[in-house]
């Protein structure tokens, strides 16, 4: 099967290149415009967002008025009419409210006619001769997306150009074959890994006892962006406004590759473990749990869920969600599973019936990956003899814990 992912580059464009991409990007706007007003209609009904339809009704047209080349305009034209065809799935299907696409001369779509990769560099079609650019990728790439994806392993393919404070970047989508794993015993033998999310403290704690991230530490650096923000905005200049965007993209960027760096490692603990699932507590559920939390703390949980789901598909391992409640309070043990709002105490947890003593955030993570085994059996999804991923081996649905060393 073909597992995608998307990377963003700096590109490092000539000066004298820049207005002949402005331009691009100002005809793609148009050309994309051009079609949402085609397709567009207050009926959702009558709303047309037929690639081939719009591509009949609008080719010409655009093509006439403008120096994008054909492969340009029937990017253009995709564009649009997959704006087009979500506004009327949400009206028609989702009962929401919907306005007639709009589009910024901030984005081209780029595919494999109109982009060409190179070692160092790449070739864009513009509205006049191609433009080639340099990549700008990170001095160090330990840890970083280029690391494990911008590799001869993986393959290029669409892109979308954009352009941010003056800077142009790339975000492409790579892509690589990987073998489905179809083997039986996997199926019928599945190691979950239980995962627990915090607003504090740790960021994520495993079911095998991994430790990972600081939420203390992200919602620090979040405060102090909050706070220089605020008295930027206090100052209400030209400069503080520019100053406001440039900050905003560095954290942004900063903590897009912090929780790459936590989702690597959760990944890395489940196939350290051989896991076959990762489980989650519904994030809906948990923004109901905390909702007096801030949203970046709830954005911080849904993005690094999204990160583990693409990193694990690569190597096979399943990701699903359970429901949270009583995760905290309810005894992991397997010959107990007491549930009292005295169990827990802070980081500790300690059982009022069998006295089992663990670390608060542990117990939760044993607590979720217990739940999706039990949801396994009950939903007769097989998995029959399925088992948990602990701290020095595995324990069944029966209560049987199998050491690390007779695991196979």
């Not at 583990?308 to 359970?322: L, N, P, R, S």
């Not at 939903?379 to 050491?403: C, D, E, H, M, Y």
Request: charged fraction near 30%.
């Amino acid at each position: 099967m073909g597992v995608v992912r998307n990377i963003q580059i700096k590109l490092d464009v000539p000066e004298d290149k820049h207005s002949v991409l402005d331009e691009t990007f100002e005809q793609f706007r148009q050309a994309a415009q051009h079609v949402a007003d085609h397709g567009w209609n207050d009926n959702p009904y009558e709303i047309t967002d037929t690639k081939n339809t719009l591509h009949d009704e609008t080719y010409s047209d655009v093509r006439d008025k403008l120096s994008l080349q054909s492969s340009l305009v029937q990017s253009a034209r995709n564009l649009a009419a997959t704006a087009l065809g979500n506004c009327k799935d949400r009206i028609i299907e989702d009962g929401e409210k919907a306005s007639k696409p709009e589009f910024k001369g901030t984005v081209v779509v780029y595919n494999g006619r109109t982009i060409t990769y190179n070692d160092d560099h790449v070739s864009l079609a513009t509205v006049d001769d191609r433009v080639t650019a340099e990549y700008v990728t990170p001095v160090n790439e330990e840890g970083t997306p280029f690391e494990d994806y911008w590799t001869d392993d993986w393959e290029k393919g669409e892109a979308t150009l954009h352009k941010r404070d003056g800077t142009y970047y790339l975000h492409v989508a790579v892509e690589k074959e990987v073998a489905p794993d179809s083997s039986d015993e996997t199926s019928e033998n599945g190691v979950v890994l239980g995962v627990d999310l915090n607003v504090d403290g740790y960021l994520a704690v495993t079911s095998t006892g991994a430790f990972l991230g600081n939420a203390d530490y992200l919602n620090h650096r979040r405060d102090e962006y909050e706070r220089r923000r605020g008295n930027l905005q206090q100052t209400g200049t030209r400069s503080a406004h520019l100053t406001i965007k440039s900050i905003g993209s560095r954290f942004a960027r900063w903590s897009a590759d912090y929780l790459h760096r936590v989702s690597k490692a959760l990944v890395r603990e489940a196939i350290e473990n051989d896991c076959t699932a990762i489980a989650f507590e519904n994030l809906k559920q948990i923004r109901e749990r905390i909702s007096n939390g801030s949203k970046f703390q709830q954005w911080t949980f849904r993005e690094l869920q999204r990160h583990v789901e693409y990193k694990a598909e690569e190597h096979g391992i399943d990701v699903d969600d359970v429901k949270p409640q009583y995760t905290s309070q309810r005894c992991s043990h397997s010959e107990c599973g007491f549930t009292h709002e005295d169990n827990r105490d802070g980081d500790e947890f300690e059982c009022l019936k069998c006295g089992k003593e663990l670390h608060s955030d542990y117990n939760a993570a044993r607590n979720v990956g217990w739940r999706l085994i039990q949801h396994w059996l009950k939903s007769g999804a097989g998995r029959a003899t399925s088992q948990l991923a602990l701290k020095s081996g595995t324990v069944n649905a029966n209560g049987r814990f199998r050491p690390t060393a007779l695991r196979s």
